[in-house]
C-alpha cells in the first residue's frame, strides 16, 4: 500500500518547482525531492538547477534524489528535435519530455523505488476528477498557464500528479518562496527551452548535429529569391533574418526539406484554414467519434480560436478553423479547449500547403 501523506516533487531548481516543495512540504506532506539529470553542461535544468535543488532539500529538511536520465532524454527529446529539423518541421519538445521523460520517470521512480504514488510539479495547471476521468483545467493565472503542454499526459499520470501552483499567480509564488526562506525566491525565470539555454541559441544546437547545406529561399510561384544555409535555421511565420529584399514584408509559409528550400510569401498567403493533426490524445473526455466544436491553440502563445474539430480515426483529426490562421506549424501542439477545459490535442502534421 502507498503512504497517502508521502509525495514526490520534481525539482529543476527554479522558483516554481521549489515553492511546490515548500507549499505541500508546510501541508504537512512528507516530501522527496527528485531531480532529472536531462544533459551533460549548463543549463537551469541540468548541473546548475541540480546544485540549486539540492540547496531547496536543504532548506526545507527534506531527501533529496536524482536519477540519470540522459540516454532517455537523448532519444526521446534531442534525437526527436532533430529528426524534426531535418524534416523540415518545428518539433515541439516540452510536451514530449513531460509525458515519456518527466511524469514517466517520476512515477516510476516514486512507485518502484519509494513506494510513493503521488507526485508533483510547478507547472501553472489544475487537475480535477469529473466523475469518470481526471481533467486537465487551465490555470488561474492566464499569463502563466501550462495547461498546452500537459495535453498529453496519460490518466494514470493525471491521476497521481498535484499542481500546487494551479490556482496561483506567479508574483504569489514568488512571494511564498520568500515567506519560506527559499534561495530561489529572486532567481530569474527561464526564458528558453533548456537546450536552447545549454548551448546558447537553437541554431548552435542543431547545428551540432545537422550539417548545414545550402539551399534555395523561392516565392510561391517558384521564383529564387535568395539562398540559405539549411532549412533547420527557419520555421513556418518566421519574418526576421531572411536575408531576401521584397516590397514588402516576406515570411516562411513552406519548408521542402527534401528539396532543400525555404518557401516565402506575404502574410495573406500564410493564412490557412484548416490543418490535419495526429498522434491525438483526449485527455478530460473520452475520444469522440463524431465532429466537435471548441477553442484550439495552435501554439502556446497563440489566442485560442473556435474550430471544428473531425475525427478521422483513434489516433487523427482535421480541424477546420471559424477564420484562416498563420503560422500554423507541422511539428507543433495543436490544443483544444472548452473553456478552461482541456479536452485533448494532437501534433500537427499538415497544412493545406503541404497536402
Given at each position: 500500500?502507498?503512504?497517502?501523506?508521502?509525495?514526490?516533487?520534481?525539482?529543476?531548481?527554479?522558483?516554481?518547482?521549489?515553492?511546490?516543495?515548500?507549499?505541500?512540504?508546510?501541508?504537512?506532506?512528507?516530501?522527496?525531492?527528485?531531480?532529472?539529470?536531462?544533459?551533460?553542461?549548463?543549463?537551469?535544468?541540468?548541473?546548475?538547477?541540480?546544485?540549486?535543488?539540492?540547496?531547496?532539500?536543504?532548506?526545507?529538511?527534506?531527501?533529496?534524489?536524482?536519477?540519470?536520465?540522459?540516454?532517455?532524454?537523448?532519444?526521446?527529446?534531442?534525437?526527436?528535435?532533430?529528426?524534426?529539423?531535418?524534416?523540415?518541421?518545428?518539433?515541439?519538445?516540452?510536451?514530449?519530455?513531460?509525458?515519456?521523460?518527466?511524469?514517466?520517470?517520476?512515477?516510476?521512480?516514486?512507485?518502484?523505488?519509494?513506494?510513493?504514488?503521488?507526485?508533483?510539479?510547478?507547472?501553472?495547471?489544475?487537475?480535477?476528477?469529473?466523475?469518470?476521468?481526471?481533467?486537465?483545467?487551465?490555470?488561474?493565472?492566464?499569463?502563466?498557464?501550462?495547461?498546452?503542454?500537459?495535453?498529453?499526459?496519460?490518466?494514470?499520470?493525471?491521476?497521481?500528479?498535484?499542481?500546487?501552483?494551479?490556482?496561483?499567480?506567479?508574483?504569489?509564488?514568488?512571494?511564498?518562496?520568500?515567506?519560506?526562506?527559499?534561495?530561489?525566491?529572486?532567481?530569474?525565470?527561464?526564458?528558453?527551452?533548456?537546450?536552447?539555454?545549454?548551448?546558447?541559441?537553437?541554431?548552435?544546437?542543431?547545428?551540432?548535429?545537422?550539417?548545414?547545406?545550402?539551399?534555395?529561399?523561392?516565392?510561391?510561384?517558384?521564383?529564387?529569391?535568395?539562398?540559405?544555409?539549411?532549412?533547420?535555421?527557419?520555421?513556418?511565420?518566421?519574418?526576421?533574418?531572411?536575408?531576401?529584399?521584397?516590397?514588402?514584408?516576406?515570411?516562411?509559409?513552406?519548408?521542402?526539406?527534401?528539396?532543400?528550400?525555404?518557401?516565402?510569401?506575404?502574410?495573406?498567403?500564410?493564412?490557412?484554414?484548416?490543418?490535419?493533426?495526429?498522434?491525438?490524445?483526449?485527455?478530460?473526455?473520452?475520444?469522440?467519434?463524431?465532429?466537435?466544436?471548441?477553442?484550439?491553440?495552435?501554439?502556446?502563445?497563440?489566442?485560442?480560436?473556435?474550430?471544428?474539430?473531425?475525427?478521422?480515426?483513434?489516433?487523427?483529426?482535421?480541424?477546420?478553423?471559424?477564420?484562416?490562421?498563420?503560422?500554423?506549424?507541422?511539428?507543433?501542439?495543436?490544443?483544444?479547449?472548452?473553456?478552461?477545459?482541456?479536452?485533448?490535442?494532437?501534433?500537427?502534421t499538415q497544412s493545406p500547403a503541404d497536402q
Amino acid at each position: 500500500m502507498f503512504a497517502m501523506d508521502q509525495i514526490v516533487v520534481g525539482l529543476s531548481g527554479g522558483v516554481d518547482s521549489s515553492t511546490a516543495a515548500a507549499i505541500l512540504h508546510n501541508q504537512g506532506y512528507q516530501v522527496v525531492g527528485l531531480t532529472l539529470w536531462l544533459m551533460r553542461g549548463k543549463g537551469q535544468c541540468c548541473s546548475e538547477g541540480m546544485v540549486d535543488a539540492a540547496q531547496i532539500c536543504e532548506t526545507l529538511g527534506i531527501p533529496h534524489h536524482i536519477v540519470d536520465s540522459r540516454d532517455l532524454f537523448q532519444a526521446n527529446i534531442v534525437d526527436y528535435l532533430v529528426a524534426g529539423y531535418e524534416a523540415g518541421v518545428t518539433p515541439l519538445p516540452c510536451s514530449q519530455c513531460n509525458r515519456s521523460v518527466k511524469f514517466n520517470t517520476m512515477l516510476t521512480y516514486a512507485r518502484e523505488q519509494l513506494g510513493i504514488n503521488q507526485i508533483a510539479t510547478g507547472h501553472y495547471a489544475q487537475v480535477h476528477y469529473g466523475g469518470d476521468r481526471y481533467q486537465l483545467i487551465r490555470a488561474v493565472d492566464s499569463q502563466k498557464d501550462q495547461s498546452y503542454f500537459l495535453y498529453d499526459l496519460t490518466q494514470e499520470q493525471l491521476a497521481a500528479s498535484v499542481f500546487p501552483l494551479g490556482t496561483l499567480t506567479k508574483s504569489q509564488t514568488r512571494q511564498i518562496a520568500s515567506q519560506y526562506n527559499l534561495p530561489t525566491a529572486d532567481k530569474p525565470e527561464s526564458q528558453d527551452l533548456c537546450l536552447v539555454e545549454a548551448h546558447g541559441s537553437m541554431q548552435a544546437f542543431l547545428d551540432k548535429y545537422i550539417t548545414p547545406h545550402q539551399g534555395e529561399i523561392i516565392d510561391e510561384s517558384g521564383r529564387v529569391l535568395g539562398y540559405h544555409q539549411g532549412v533547420h535555421h527557419y520555421t513556418i511565420g518566421q519574418r526576421r533574418g531572411l536575408g531576401v529584399a521584397a516590397a514588402e514584408p516576406l515570411y516562411v509559409i513552406g519548408l521542402n526539406a527534401s528539396k532543400n528550400q525555404v518557401v516565402v510569401g506575404t502574410r495573406q498567403a500564410g493564412l490557412q484554414k484548416q490543418c490535419l493533426v495526429n498522434r491525438l490524445n483526449w485527455v478530460s473526455i473520452a475520444p469522440p467519434t463524431a465532429p466537435i466544436t471548441a477553442e484550439v491553440q495552435p501554439r502556446y502563445r497563440a489566442a485560442p480560436v473556435a474550430a471544428t474539430i473531425i475525427p478521422l480515426g483513434p489516433d487523427q483529426a482535421e480541424i477546420y478553423f471559424s477564420e484562416p490562421q498563420f503560422s500554423i506549424t507541422p511539428g507543433q501542439a495543436a490544443v483544444f479547449y472548452q473553456g478552461e477545459l482541456l479536452l485533448g490535442g494532437g501534433i500537427i502534421t499538415q497544412s493545406p500547403a503541404d497536402q
